[in-house]
């Protein structure tokens, strides 16, 4: 069989190219369903032809078909035409409304089906899958916009610069600092990421922090365990009852962050090896901390945690001064001093950051500066700093009892991560 630019078509391209075109077809159908459902002039047979068709056009294009390329344009053109007659249909039906949703997710089905038919394949599918989310949600996505207070909204643009602007004009290989590279973009994503965390915390705790100490402690601790511990404190001076409570917050706060530790770790690991291995222990810790807290705490207490602001600039940006000192710091303790060097520089970073040391032993390992072993065992030197620091604080706050308890238990978490840690070390060899 020939094809149209003269060349041979076996099945094989042939079931390809039909493959991509039933694919695109479902996904278009996918996305109709919402609005077929919504009872809209747009339905599910709609959005799997507009899809199927921008498909067939791509293939046409890519087969060198004259006037393929024109087909694809103005395939998208007629769809932005039946979107501006629905959008005019709506507008004067007082009902219906202007239906430019319904208008743009056309588009983006006919834009599915162009993607899949050119093998990009996996973006054709998120565009599906996100366009979709939307249109399910949209209640939950206006209550949510039509909630936000000024200050919120001032937030969250700024957060939005942060990550879809400064982020991409950072360069993207390694400057040199102090004798060391540093990764400037890497650790500028690990400050947008920490910040994204910050934010869905505020919106937990905005909407549940009330209602328990599972909320408060846990979804607390992503943000700020050290917050946590200091309400927890105030909580028994004014309540010595709420012993066991207070207890179970700390340790739950401890979980959270070993949580947010193991999730900073992952876009960085190499190999799921690496992974399993820094996520043994700290696992260790957070599925600990869960286990002891359902067990100690008093449930019939409920306590807040007051958060100002879902993400602040200048919170960012100490944060991130803060972690580029650590990686500074961990790198050329690494360089001068080998493993010990970097070992302690973490632990002393566990005072203010593991945060920061968790990524910043990511980074040296991503790069080959540091070991797996020395990595992973500066990550858990970092938590185990950090939760030595509640444990401090808790005496600080003037109650023994809460203070030994918290000292016993967080003790006997991080002997079991460290034994995690240790075996794993041990099968590796």
């Known amino acids: 069989m020939i094809g149209p630019t003269g060349g041979a078509v076996g099945p094989e391209l042939l079931a390809g190219e039909v493959a991509r075109v039933a694919a695109a077809t479902a996904l278009g159908l996918f996305m109709g369903l919402e609005r077929e459902w919504s009872r809209k002039s747009a339905g599910v047979r709609t959005f799997a032809l507009i899809a199927m068709l921008g498909a067939v056009f791509t293939l046409l294009a890519a087969a060198a ?8 344009v103005a395939g998208a053109a007629l769809v932005v035409l039946q979107g501006a007659a629905l959008a005019g249909r709506g507008l004067l039906d007082d009902d219906r409304g202007l239906a430019l949703t319904t208008s743009a997710s056309m588009l983006a089905a006919y834009g599915v089906g162009v993607l899949v038919a050119a093998d990009r394949y996996l973006a054709g599918v998120v565009v599906a899958v ?9 209640r939950e996505l206006h209550s949510l916009a039509l909630g936000l207070d000024r200050a919120e909204l001032r937030s969250v643009a700024e957060f939005a610069i942060l990550a ?10 390694p400057v040199g600092t102090f004798g060391v590279e540093v990764d400037a973009r890497a650790v500028w994503a690990m ?6 965390i910050g934010i869905v915390n505020y919106v937990l705790v905005a909407n549940y922090g009330g209602r328990g100490i599972a909320v408060t402690g846990f979804v607390g601790g992503l943000a700020s365990s050290t917050a946590v511990v200091g309400s927890m404190v105030d909580h028994v001076r004014r309540d010595p009852e ?10 739950l706060a401890n979980a959270a962050m070993a949580l947010r530790n193991l999730a900073i770790v992952a876009p960085f690991a190499l190999s799921w090896e690496f992974l399993l291995r820094a996520g043994a222990p700290l696992g260790t810790v957070a599925v600990g901390g869960v286990v002891v807290a359902a067990f100690v705490a008093d449930w019939s207490h409920e306590t807040e945690v007051d958060l100002d602001s879902p993400f602040s600039t200048r919170n960012a940006l100490a944060f991130g001064a803060l972690f580029l000192c650590i990686v500074v710091v961990t790198a050329v303790a690494s360089a001068r001093l080998g493993a010990g060097g970097f070992l302690v520089a973490a632990a ?7 945060a920061g040391a968790a990524g910043s032993g990511a ?10 072993e020395v990595a992973v065992a500066g990550i858990l030197a970092a938590t185990a700093v950090s939760i ?25 978490l991080v002997v079991g991560a460290g034994a995690v840690a240790l075996a794993g070390f041990l099968g590796g060899t």
Do not use: H, I, N
Request: no cysteine; glycine share 10%; aromatic share 8%.
């Open 65 to 72: 078909v004259p006037g393929g390329d024109l087909l694809v």
């Open 388 to 412: 030595a620091v509640k444990s401090g604080l808790v005496f600080a706050g003037g109650d023994r009892r809460l203070a030994r308890r918290v000292t016993a238990w967080s003790t006997v």
């Open 348 to 354: 002393l970073s566990g005072l203010v950051s593991s």
């Open 130 to 138: 996100l366009s979709a989310v939307l249109l399910v949600f949209k």
């Open 363 to 372: 980074l040296l390992y991503q790069r080959g500066a540091v070991s797996a």
């Open 191 to 196: 400050v947008v990421f920490v910040a994204a």
């Open 164 to 173: 879809f602007v400064v982020l991409p004009l950072l360069p993207t290989e």
């Open 242 to 251: 709420a012993t066991s409570f207070a207890l179970a917050g700390v340790l």
